[in-house]
């Protein structure tokens, strides 16, 4: 027997989902496995579920897309991190670039959104959201060998199949795009400048995307 003494989740299994007693019901524990059961009783407070299957979970993609993605309106950036999520985009950063629109963001409502889209789409690891951060001071601080892609309109078009790497860190601005500048700085880092050919995307619709060919070419 499972007893999980939440609140927050009783009342998504009893008042959202409306799952009834005796009804089967699945849980995963973020370390790759889930857990078949029958929903036993709910309260307010708790759940007590009887456990009939442990199975491991192989939904979580084998490559790390780390989306740097400027801030952008909230019901905008919320979207990313959404579809993100379902897609199977695992780190999220939010950056603060010149043309931003926004400085900031609500964590612990962005923390609500990824963890009910990797339940949603059946995944297994919840994805990070990180702080948002200054341009300038994420791109010379990534320490890794992986491809590190900033997209923009001026960019060689990029070939999104990296079967040799594990992790690949993306960067998306905001409408308008990055300017002048932050594309100099970036090469300057030794980011790559890539595009999507002749098409000139939406921010949110540039990530979502370009982290979906990454995940479907690995």
Known sequence: MFILQDEAVAHQISR?????????????N???????GKLERVSSRFVSVK??????????????VHLHQALIKKDKFEWVL?????????????????RAVKTGFKME???KIVKEATEQSGQDRIPEVFEA???????GAIV??????LFDPNGKVVDFHMHTFT??????????????REVLLAEKSGIEIVSFGSRLLRSETAGIIAASLFLTGN
């Open 16 to 28: 959202v989902l409306k799952i009834k007693t005796g009804e089967m019901i699945a849980f995963f």
């Open 30 to 36: 973020s370390a790759g496995f889930d857990f078949l």
């Open 51 to 64: 456990i009939i299957e442990r199975r491991e979970n192989k939904t979580d993609p084998k490559l790390d």
């Open 82 to 98: 959404e579809k993100g999520t379902e897609i199977g985009v695992k780190f999220f950063h939010p950056l603060i670039t010149e």
């Open 109 to 111: 409502r962005a923390k």
């Open 133 to 139: 951060t200054l341009f300038k001071d994420v791109i």
């Open 144 to 149: 890794s060998d992986a491809p590190k892609i």
């Open 167 to 180: 992790n690949v860190y993306m960067f998306i601005g905001p409408e308008g795009g990055f300017t002048e």
